[in-house]
């Protein structure tokens, strides 16, 4: 891979910097990179301490580097300010916060949502370095940005380069579908996801009978990145992308949806990828049906953001006896294990929650969660 005589420079420090150099130029010689190119954001996953424990904090540590573009990062293992009613544990606690202390020197902004596109809305065309995989799918189908699947490591060290190899989705023609996915049913777009994502290969354009909501396309998205390897999708009239190209002649019919999760609940959860308003404003509306509190466990996820957005919801959602937490999720923070079944409506938190918490999970759609916890 070509490097400029300030690059070649980088390389030859021997501290922090010419680490993440040779990050960034091993992952170029691997995708056969021309050269690196410019970025504008950077997203960094791998931020909860349950999910990088005391050796990836104290290689972050010994980095000793600044990031040198915007760098948001993925949620951490906690609610910073209820996380002793997560039951998270005050050992837990601090190390979370030492390891965020660290993205902080770094110049990170403590973001902590899987959903950075609510916060900064990058533009169609955009080369962006971002790990977590729902954001990186969304960015790049929905916003029509360009950011290769990045891992928490090379996105850090592009955030501290302020480059990423030129390869893979940055390249327009690498960005073409190949095959047609012609949607018949009904189906729940992130169990559509959920079910797909390991059922091709490629980069599939979907054809629906109905207009999907932007909340459709990330749930979709999220689904699809959880069972495969899949960082962009089209839709035909509706993704920004999706006229750019031949429509491919592979192609799958899908009629029905098979799932067969059974458990009884002891949570409920929403919010993997972290809910946006609309979806929070959605279970606000479903709540106002029922009378009274929520009778199980039922643990809400969002953006920060979000939530200071929409206070009034929250606190409504609160009253009825529901936990809005920020910061976290159920797939990434240590609180899960206090659960035996999980009942959630996220394809991606189906494949998640058993694989990275040993929980048992039951599909339900948004309206079946709501009902459940009322019983
Ligand atoms: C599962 C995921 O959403 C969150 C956990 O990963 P991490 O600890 O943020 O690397 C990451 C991903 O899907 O890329
Ligand atoms: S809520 Fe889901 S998408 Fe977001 S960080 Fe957790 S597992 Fe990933």
Same mark, same amino acid.
């Given at each position: 891979?070509?490097?400029?005589?300030?690059?070649?420079?980088?390389?030859?420090?021997?501290?922090?910097?010419?680490?993440?150099?040779?990050? =960034?130029?091993?992952?170029?010689?691997?995708f056969d990179a021309?050269?690196?190119?410019?970025?504008?954001?950077?997203?960094?996953?791998?931020?909860?301490?349950?999910?990088?424990?005391?050796?990836?904090?104290?290689?972050?540590?010994?980095?000793?580097?600044?990031?040198?573009?915007?760098?948001?990062?993925?949620?951490?293992?906690?609610? =910073?300010?209820?996380?002793? &009613?997560?039951?998270?544990?005050? *050992?837990?606690?601090?190390?979370?916060?030492?390891?965020?202390?660290?993205?902080?020197?770094?110049?990170?902004?403590?973001?902590?949502?899987?959903?950075?596109?609510?916060?900064?809305?990058?533009?169609i065309g955009?080369h962006?370095?971002?790990?977590?995989?729902?954001?990186v799918i969304?960015a790049n189908s929905v916003l029509g940005a360009r950011t290769n699947r990045?891992?928490?490591?090379?996105?850090?060290?592009?955030?501290?380069?302020?480059?990423?190899?030129y390869y893979g989705l940055h390249i327009k023609e690498n960005r073409a579908p190949s095959i047609l996915v012609k949607?018949?049913?009904?189906?729940?777009?992130?169990? =559509?996801?959920?079910?797909i994502g390991?059922?091709i290969e490629g980069i599939p354009i979907f054809k %629906?009978?109905?207009?999907?909501?932007?909340?459709?396309l990330?749930?979709l998205g999220?689904?699809l990145a959880?069972?495969g390897n899949v960082a962009i999708f089209h839709v035909i009239d509706q993704t920004p992308e999706w006229n750019d190209f031949e429509i491919p002649s592979e192609k799958i019919?899908?009629?029905?949806?098979?799932?067969?999760?059974?458990? *009884?609940?002891?949570?409920?959860?929403?919010?993997?990828?972290?809910?946006?308003?609309?979806?929070?404003?959605?279970?606000?509306?479903?709540?106002?049906? %029922?009378?009274?509190?929520?009778?199980?466990?039922?643990?809400? %996820?969002?953006?920060?953001?979000?939530?200071?957005?929409?206070?009034?919801?929250?606190?409504?959602?609160?009253?009825?006896?529901?936990?809005?937490?920020?910061?976290?999720?159920?797939?990434?923070?240590?609180?899960?294990?206090? %659960?035996?079944?999980?009942?959630?409506?996220?394809?991606?938190? =189906?494949?998640?929650?058993?694989?990275?918490?040993?929980?048992?999970?039951?599909?339900?759609?948004?309206?079946?969660?709501?009902?459940?916890?009322? &019983?």
């Open positions: 891979m070509f490097l400029t005589k300030e690059e070649e420079k980088l390389l030859e420090r021997g501290d922090g910097v010419s680490k993440c150099m040779e990050i =960034l130029v091993a992952l170029g010689e691997i021309e050269r690196l190119i410019p970025i504008k954001h950077a997203h960094i996953s791998g931020v909860s301490y349950q999910n990088i424990g005391d050796e990836g904090l104290e290689w972050l540590r010994s980095l000793n580097v600044k990031f040198t573009v915007k760098t948001t990062i993925n949620p951490a293992g906690m609610d =910073l300010d209820r996380w002793k &009613e997560m039951g998270i544990d005050e *050992d837990f606690a601090r190390k979370q916060m030492k390891l965020l202390n660290i993205f902080k020197e770094m110049g990170a902004e403590l973001t902590l949502t899987c959903t950075p596109y609510y916060i900064y809305r990058p533009s955009e962006l370095a971002w790990a977590e995989s729902s954001a969304y990045e891992s928490g490591i090379s996105a850090l060290a592009s955030a501290v380069i302020g480059k990423t190899p949607v018949e049913c009904d189906c729940d777009p992130s169990i =559509l996801g959920y079910k390991s059922e %629906f009978n109905r207009k999907l909501s932007d909340d459709d990330k749930a999220a689904g959880s069972t019919v899908v009629d029905k949806l098979e799932l067969n999760f059974d458990c *009884d609940p002891d949570i409920i959860t929403l919010g993997c990828p972290h809910l946006s308003k609309e979806e929070l404003i959605k279970v606000y509306n479903l709540l106002k049906n %029922f009378s009274g509190k929520v009778r199980r466990e039922f643990w809400i %996820f969002t953006s920060r953001k979000v939530y200071e957005d929409l206070i009034e919801v929250v606190d409504y959602l609160e009253m009825k006896g529901v936990r809005v937490f920020r910061d976290t999720c159920m797939v990434v923070s240590p609180a899960t294990r206090r %659960f035996e079944c999980v009942m959630t409506n996220s394809g991606k938190a =189906l494949t998640y929650l058993p694989k990275l918490r040993g929980v048992k999970v039951l599909y339900g759609t948004l309206e079946d969660c709501v009902r459940k916890a009322f &019983e």
